[in-house]
């Protein structure tokens, strides 16, 4: 099966531009997540989707960030302004629903530098 | 909330060493715990779960046994391969189902 595609991989910006990733899950899983995972540490969460619907985004600073899923299947996660601070990695991941031990299947990453 | 704690990289081996990679957790009920592997330049991969207590996980020679009295999922290998160095995550899912990461153990073999 094609695995979780995210775009774009690189992406190099000036502070306080805006910058949007985009990501297309699995083929039939129902729950989404965007982790921003920085440099030497371990994925943080920052927003849970099943289907089109929030599960989770107590982590999300919403003053900056905003992610959407429309129709259930591909999401996009928007920064706008960028601060030096958000320079990470932003790894989407998938899995058929969010309760039980389903597996996460994660994509490649959005790699963001903030100059 | 639920938590992850992991124990500090890199960890340097030569190859053919026994591998140990700590991990102990918080979290409420009773959840499934995972390791995650990311080789350079991919993205995270599942290596092995385990979903309830003295559960034991194993893929590629790796195994983790999920000790609910010490709250632990300990990442052991026999024999480690050059091919082996990476970034290895142990993650939990707890009754939230928030999936909670540690920090990240990076693994250095040499040949």
């Known amino acids: 099966e094609a695995g979780v595609a995210q775009s774009p991989r690189y992406k190099i910006i000036e502070k306080r531009q805006s910058v949007a990733f985009w990501c297309n899950p699995i083929s039939g899983h129902a729950t989404l997540y965007w982790y921003q995972q920085i440099l030497g540490q371990g994925p943080k969460l920052l927003i849970q989707f099943q289907n089109n619907g929030v599960v989770d985004d107590s982590q999300l600073p919403k003053d900056r960030f905003s992610a959407e899923r429309l129709k259930g299947v591909d999401s996009t996660l928007k920064i706008q302004p960028a601060k030096l601070e958000d320079s990470a990695v932003y790894l989407c991941a998938s899995s058929l629903e969010g309760s039980g031990a389903n597996v996460l299947t994660f994509g490649a990453g959005s790699r963001l530098t903030v100059l | 909330g639920d938590s992850v704690t992991q124990m500090e990289g890199p960890v340097t081996l030569s190859e053919e060493a026994f591998l140990t990679i700590n991990c102990t957790y918080t979290?409420?009920?009773?959840?499934?715990l995972f390791w995650y592997v990311q080789y350079p330049g991919e993205g995270l991969q599942l290596l092995l779960k385990a979903t309830k207590a003295d559960d034991k996980g194993s893929n590629k020679g790796f195994e983790a046994t999920y000790r609910k009295e010490t709250t632990s999922f300990h990442l052991e290998k026999g024999s480690v391969q050059v091919s082996d160095s990476a970034v290895y995550f142990c993650a939990l899912k707890g009754g939230s189902y928030i999936p909670t990461f540690g920090r990240g153990t990076s693994l250095i073999v040499h040949p």
């Open positions: 979290a409420t009920g009773y959840p499934s």
